[in-house]
C-alpha cells in the first residue's frame, strides 16, 4: 500500500494570488484576453468557458500576477460562492488570467499534482473547512491565509495521486454526459409541446401539419379544423388560498399535513420532502383546497407559473397562499393535457406578460378562468399526454441515475482522499 501523509496545505503549496481587472471595469466585448472571475466557476465544481470577460492585451502583458498557466486550480475568494472551485484547461485559451475574486493556486511540482489539489478541494471535508475560514462582514471571504491549519491528506506516490484524480474525473464525465443527456431530452421536449399542443396528432399517429391537413384561424392562431376554442374556466374549478400568508410558529410541526408552496416544485413535482407541515385545525379550515389525486397546482404569487401535476399524494395535503388549485370538473378534458398545456408556449407568453411589469407577479384565479382552451377529441388529449409522458419518464431516469452518480462520486472522493481505499478495481464501479 502507498504511504500517505497528512500536511498542513500552506506547506505544499509554491503559489497562490488573485489578479486584477482594468479601471471602468471588463465585458465580453473590451478585450482580447479571457479573463476569469467568480461567475465562471461552477457551483458543483469545474469552469464554465462561456460567455467570459475580456481585458486589452496591454493590459495583460502588464498584469504582474494572475496570469493562468494549464491545470491552475482556481478558488472564489469572495461573495456569496466563496469556495467554489474550479480546474482550468488552456486547450481553448493559450493566454488568460484571472480577477481580484478568484485565487489561483498552485502546488509543489516535486509533492503533488494539481487535479489531486482541485478534488481535494472539492470534497466535502475541505468545504466545510472553507466555510469555518470565511472571514469579513462587509465582504465576506477568504483571505491569503485560509491554506494554513488546512490538513491535507495525500499519497506521496504522484502515480497514485493521477490514478485518484483519473478516477474522479471519470465520474465527472459520467455526470457530465448524464446532464447533457437530461439537457437533450427537455429540448426535445420543449419542442415535442410545441408541435402537439398547436397542430395535435391525427388519426394515424403523426402530427398534423398544413400540408396535409386542414388548418383554421382562432384566437390561439392556426388550429386543425377539428379543434375548437373556449376558455379554461368552464371546465374546471379554481381556487386559491384566501386568508392567511404565514402560520406562528407553533403552528408548524415536524409531522401533518404538507403544506405545498411554489418553491416545493422543481422539474413540475413535488419535492415532498422539503415541504412543511401544518397542524390538523388549520388543513380542516379550508377544505375547498384540499389536494386529490389528479389535482394540478401553481404558484401565483412571485415566481409564478411553477406547475406540478399531483400524482401521488403520502398524506394529507394543501397549498399556501402563493399557490393555486386547478381540478378539471369536466370528463371530456384530460387532466394530464392541463399540466402539459399549461407548459406550453402560449401560457408561458402569459406568466411573460405577467412578469415583465413593474409590480409583484401575480396570477389571479380570473387569469386563469379566461385562458384559451383548445377543445379536442378527448383520445387525441389522451394520445398527446402519452407521448410527452413518455418523454417526462426518460427524463426522470436520467435525473435518477445523475443522482446516484453524484452520491458516488461524493463517496469516492471521502474514501480515495482519505486513503481509506484502495484504488484497484474502484474504477470500474462507476460505469456499473
Known sequence: MSKWEIRDFSNIISLMESGLRPKGGVSVDSGEIPSFGGENIIQSGGVSYNNLNKVPTKFFEM????????????????????????????????????????????????????????????????????????????QPGLNTKFIENFPITFPLDKSIQSRIAEI???????????????????????????????????????????ATHKFKDSPLGR???????????????????????????????????????????????????????????????????????????ISKDGTIGRVAYVDFLPGLATINSTMMLLRITNKEIYNRFIFYYLQ??????????????????????????????????????????????????????????????KRLKTGLMNDLLSGKVEIEGIGEVINE
Not at 171 to 189: C, G, P, T, V, W
Not at 360 to 381: G, Y
Open 344 to 405: 406550453g408556449e402560449y401560457f408561458s407568453n402569459i406568466i411573460k406578460e405577467k412578469t415583465s411589469g413593474s409590480g409583484v407577479p401575480h396570477l389571479f384565479q380570473r387569469d386563469m378562468k379566461s385562458l384559451l382552451l383548445p377543445i379536442i377529441d378527448f383520445q387525441e388529449q389522451n394520445n398527446i399526454a402519452n407521448m410527452l409522458i413518455s418523454l417526462d419518464n426518460q427524463i426522470i431516469n436520467e435525473i435518477i441515475a445523475l443522482s446516484k452518480l
Open 63 to 138: 498584469m504582474k500576477k494572475g496570469i493562468l498557466k494549464d491545470k491552475d486550480v482556481l478558488i472564489n475568494k469572495d461573495g456569496a460562492n466563496t469556495g467554489k472551485v474550479g480546474l482550468f484547461n488552456n486547450s481553448r485559451f493559450q493566454r488568460a488570467c484571472i480577477n481580484e475574486h478568484l485565487f489561483l493556486i498552485r502546488g509543489k511540482e516535486e509533492v503533488i499534482i494539481q487535479d489531486y489539489i482541485y478534488y481535494f478541494l472539492l470534497s466535502p471535508k475541505a468545504q466545510q473547512i472553507i466555510k469555518t475560514k470565511i472571514s469579513g462582514s462587509a
Open 168 to 210: 474522479l474525473s471519470t465520474a465527472d464525465k459520467a455526470i457530465e454526459n448524464s446532464e447533457k443527456l437530461i439537457a437533450k431530452y427537455k429540448r426535445m421536449k420543449t419542442g415535442l409541446m410545441q408541435d402537439l399542443l398547436t397542430k395535435g396528432i391525427d388519426e394515424n399517429g403523426n402530427i398534423r401539419s398544413e
Open 223 to 297: 388550429i386543425p379544423v377539428e379543434w375548437e376554442v373556449d376558455i379554461f374556466g368552464k371546465y374546471s374549478y379554481i381556487k386559491g388560498r384566501i386568508g392567511w400568508r404565514g402560520l406562528k410558529s407553533d403552528e408548524y410541526k415536524e409531522e401533518g399535513p404538507y403544506l405545498i408552496a411554489g418553491n416545493h416544485i422543481v422539474d413540475s413535482k413535488v419535492v415532498w420532502d422539503t415541504c412543511q407541515h401544518i397542524n390538523l385545525y388549520r388543513f380542516n379550515e379550508s377544505p375547498e383546497i384540499q389536494l386529490q389525486l389528479d389535482d394540478i397546482i
